[in-house]
């Protein structure tokens, strides 16, 4: 086999493979070889089929076999010589011409063809103990807890139906039929659904339309669906909705106490308010991640300067553009929309995507030197977690796939090894925690910093898209508007 080197420019390599046909001739004979006591021929006692008429017979099938053979191995053998790390799988060019494909096949020439690919660059781990980056930490005070104790219990509550008119904190049962244009739309009827006044459920402006109603009234409520709304069919129009009041209920004294929680399946109150306390903490604590995260990323992206694969990029680039223009598009916007332009918005996203494919490439080396290991049974728990976003029937379909192809599991390794590295680099790094308010937490870091997570989701800058409710609730019109909670549920830079 002769290997020569036609192109080394940048990180872009090409490599010339000549295979020749007396290569191929040994590797098709020892075939035949290992065929003849095996093959079974009419004609032919086991054993004794001669090796010409073997060939004459699977010559060209097995000659082509050793060809894939050949074009599987050579470019891994390639890369090992010449101590490089090809960006992606090295694409292969071979000859198009029929009648000369049929003389490799016939063992009459050589086997010529081409291996293009880039190399990953030479990236040399940095001391990071000069790293100092801040932690901001939120104290969950307890009234939070209590607070939200409250909601959680709140099914418990008991409701006093009363007479006369309703008043913000009551609740009212009511049946309704939406329409816009004079025609119901899909999503926006119910019956007996039951709404607290200023809860803020249902869509701006509809609760306050019906404080004052009477058990029996009937109302006309008409409201605009917000611009950004979930269901970007329906964003921005007026919807006039017809409203039947069935019962007006004013809310009891409530207390949260052992009973209410076991009514929640749960031994005791104090056990309640564990339970709500570390989920509120779980939330803080991811915001607090994703924070320090950003940080350490970007104190890493001022370190490392150099070329990054250019097919890497552009793909990294395709994925967060096609994100970015699914999410305008559920949400019914435009780049003008958004105060900016394709053109802008394309640069911006590029040179995000660049950031990411260096950035993963500094992890990556720092993990493999770190010995970073997934195992198994990491990988099981995080396809499980993948596999249970999807609805229940499909869920052994998704698992299947998942565990039938390595490509794709590898896809829910790759965030796992990073978030390793991060742990390990934390571990390095000089950190200092600072005590913040919720406020502070939840406040957006500066949009062009915020852009540059090496996980973070791509939507526009005013956050287009908005396709789910808090609860992940894809059926935006099942009720006239749940609004989606912004506030208590940020998710993290690092869900993709």
Not at 175 to 204: H, M, R, W, Y
């Amino acid at each position: 086999m002769q290997v020569t080197e036609t192109l080394n420019e940048g990180l872009k390599r090409e490599i010339k493979v000549v295979v020749p046909a007396t290569d191929l001739e040994s590797r098709l004979m020892t075939r035949l070889n290992d065929a003849k006591a095996k093959v079974r021929l009419n004609g032919f006692r086991p054993g004794k089929v001669p090796v010409p008429h073997l060939r004459k017979v699977y010559g060209k099938s097995f000659m082509a076999e050793v060809v894939n053979e050949i074009l599987s191995e050579t470019p891994r053998s390639v890369l090992s010589d010449r101590g490089e790390k090809a960006a992606m799988q090295p694409e292969v060019e071979m000859t198009e011409d029929e009648k000369e494909a049929e003389k490799i096949l016939a063992g009459q020439a050589d086997f010529e063809f081409k291996l293009s690919y880039e190399v990953i660059p030479p990236i040399e781990v940095k001391d990071v103990s000069g790293i100092k980056v801040t932690r901001p930490v939120y104290d969950v005070p307890d009234e939070e807890v209590e607070e939200q104790v409250m909601r959680v219990a709140e099914s418990a509550r008991p409701w006093e139906p009363k007479k006369g008119k309703a008043e913000e904190g009551d609740r009212v049962t009511i049946d309704f039929v939406g329409k816009i244009d004079g025609e119901a739309f899909e999503g926006g009827t119910a019956e007996g659904q039951p709404l607290v006044l200023g809860s803020n459920q249902f869509i701006p402006g509809f609760e306050e339309q019906l404080v004052g109603a009477k058990a029996g009234d009937e109302k006309t409520v008409t409201v605009t669906f917000p611009e950004d709304y979930q269901a970007a069919h329906l964003a921005g129009k007026e919807a006039v909705f017809d409203v039947k009041v069935t019962e007006v209920a004013a809310a009891g004294e409530f207390e949260v106490t052992d009973e209410v929680a076991k009514n929640l399946g749960l031994e005791s109150a104090d056990k309640l308010r564990e339970i709500v306390r570390s989920q509120i903490e779980s939330q803080f604590g991811a915001l607090t991640r994703q924070k320090v995260k950003r940080a350490l990323l970007d104190a890493l992206d001022e370190q490392y300067k150099f070329e990054a694969p250019s097919k890497l990029v552009d793909a990294e680039f395709e994925n967060i553009w096609n994100q970015v223009m699914r999410d305008l598009e559920q949400s019914g916007r435009s780049f003008e929309d958004e105060d900016t332009t394709e053109e802008k918005a394309r640069e911006e996203y590029r040179q995000l995507a660049e950031r990411r494919v260096r950035l993963g490439l500094v992890l990556a080396e720092m993990g493999e030197q770190a010995d970073v290991q997934i195992t198994d049974d990491e990988m099981q728990r995080a396809l499980f977690e993948f596999v249970r976003r999807y609805p229940a029937n499909q869920q052994q379909e998704v698992y299947d796939f998942y565990r039938q192809n390595p490509q794709a599991l590898a896809n829910l390794r790759a965030p796992l090894f990073e978030e390793k590295v991060v742990d390990d680099l934390m571990t390095k790094v000089d950190v200092t925690d600072k005590k913040v308010t919720k406020e502070e937490l939840l406040a957006d870091d500066d949009e062009d910093t915020a852009e540059k997570d090496s996980n973070k989701k791509a939507v526009p800058k005013k956050k287009a898209a908005k396709a789910k409710d808090e609860n992940g609730d894809d059926k935006a019109e099942a009720k006239p508007a749940k609004k989606k909670a912004a506030a208590a549920k940020k998710k993290s830079d690092s869900d993709e």
